[in-house]
């Protein structure tokens, strides 16, 4: 119990140290990777059952030659490409506002250096110092988040792009 005691004072330090904007690079974090998570779990259980839906449906049409059919094939491969691509630009947007997060941090860090400034006259270094921490500490916190997520990111959206064209492939229009 001592072990999480000690992390979860860690924890509190560091948020003492960054601010409180690094409470809200967590929760954006936290919920990029989930939605990634989200994403892998999707491809890994349950894209096989869409696709499989779909292409009995497909299968089922005894003629795929006329312009009925063209439709229909369209309809099947735009609702499965839907399932595949949803909350991927959620994650996209995620990614892109991590850096943004940890600057307004180093913004909101910087107005307390140079109230320190103003209040003291620049003879505080130690409340200068925390102002300072409070400024680059969620510029990396937002960075490290924004990596992460590009990493991920990039491999759902592979997977997705990857399945959306093995997809259309299997609607043959052979008969």
Known sequence: MSGLTDALEAIRAFVASGGEVLIAIAILTLLMWTLIFER??????????????????????????????????????????????????????????????GLLGTVWG????????????????????????????????????ALSGVFGNTYVTRIAERENQLFADHLTMDH
């Open 40 to 101: 892998v779990w999707y491809f890994k259980f349950m894209l096989s059952r869409d696709v499989r839906a779909a292409l009995n449906a497909w299968e089922g049409r005894s003629e795929r030659q006329s312009w009925n059919a063209h439709q229909v094939r369209y309809a099947l491969i735009s609702r499965v490409e839907e399932k595949i691509n949803t909350n991927l630009d959620m994650i996209g947007t995620f990614v892109a506002l991590a850096p943004l997060f």
């Open 110 to 145: 910087m107005i307390e250096v140079f109230n320190v400034l103003a209040v003291t006259g620049g003879g505080d270094a130690k409340s200068m110092a925390s102002g300072v921490s409070k400024a680059t500490i969620p510029t990396m916190a937002g960075m490290v988040a």
